[in-house]
T-cell receptor
Framework: AQKVTQAQTEISVVEKEDVTLDCVYE???????LFWYKQPPSGELVFLIR??????QNEISGRYSWNFQKSTSSFNFTITASQVVDSAVYFC?????????????FGTGTQLKVEL | DTGVSQDPRHKITKRGQNVTFRCDPI?????LYWYRQTLGQGPEFLTY????????KSRLLSDRFSAERPKGSFSTLEIQRTEQGDSAMYLC?????????????FGEGSRLTVL
């Protein structure tokens, strides 16, 4: 069975601070994919990033960066110079190859509040 | 608007009634997914279609739930004899065919409240 744990339920930061959202996953699959999604107050989940299990290279995309460590089963997500518009619930998710590869197992989410 | 649309956005019903939700995916997407999200939780997979074929169903989908995608375009999710535990946000998503992308395009959801 697959499991995603987001231990941080809520994080509050002041605008321009950097913030890291933690994600730990469990899977028995050797091939799997990890994702981060954002859910703003409107409710519509928005895809942010994807990583496959063969690629541990960490990357930066604009103000977003992620740290994938297979050895600790972690896939942490960092927002640099946070902005009020970043306020949302962020979900980490995991999929194997079933469901067309898009059968996602989500964590419980981390509510990020960015204040002025 | 060319995104995923869901209707109705909010449904309030009494226990025991039947409800139906509709999802219109992005037109070129042949895969369609239903997820359920309860308060404070992440979405949970319910079922998925590739074109009109329902390829996988979660054990969460009891016999009271049925989903269809008759012509491979829009989909409906029907809940019969609703129970209070069915109260949740029902999310529809679609994706492109082909390789795994994980990039699901979600609608804004249909919130069900069962009194």
């Amino acid at each position: 069975a697959q499991k995603v744990t987001q231990a941080q339920t809520e994080i509050s930061v002041v605008e321009k601070e950097d913030v890291t959202l933690d994600c730990v996953y469990e899977t028995r699959d050797t091939t799997y994919y990890l994702f981060w999604y954002k859910q703003p107050p409107s409710g519509e989940l928005v895809f942010l990033i994807r990583r496959n299990s063969f690629d541990e290279q960490n990357e930066i995309s604009g103000r977003y960066s992620w740290n994938f460590q297979k050895s600790t089963s972690s896939f942490n997500f960092t927002i640099t110079a946070s902005q009020v518009v970043d306020s949302a619930v962020y979900f980490c998710a995991l999929s194997g190859l079933t469901g067309g590869g898009n059968k996602l197992t989500f964590g419980t989410g981390t509510q990020l509040k960015v204040e002025l | 608007d060319t995104g995923v649309s869901q209707d109705p956005r909010h449904k309030i019903t009494k226990r025991g009634q039947n409800v139906t939700f509709r999802c219109d995916p992005i037109s070129e997407h042949n895969r369609l997914y239903w997820y359920r999200q309860t308060l404070g939780q992440g979405p949970e997979f319910l079922t998925y279609f590739q074109n009109e074929a329902q390829l996988e169903k979660s054990r969460l989908l009891s016999d009271r739930f049925s989903a269809e995608r008759p012509k491979g375009s829009f989909s409906t999710l029907e809940i019969q004899r609703t129970e209070q535990g069915d109260s949740a946000m029902y999310l529809c998503a679609s994706s492109l065919p082909g390789l795994v992308t994980g990039e699901l395009f979600f609608g804004e959801g249909s919130r069900l409240t069962v009194l």
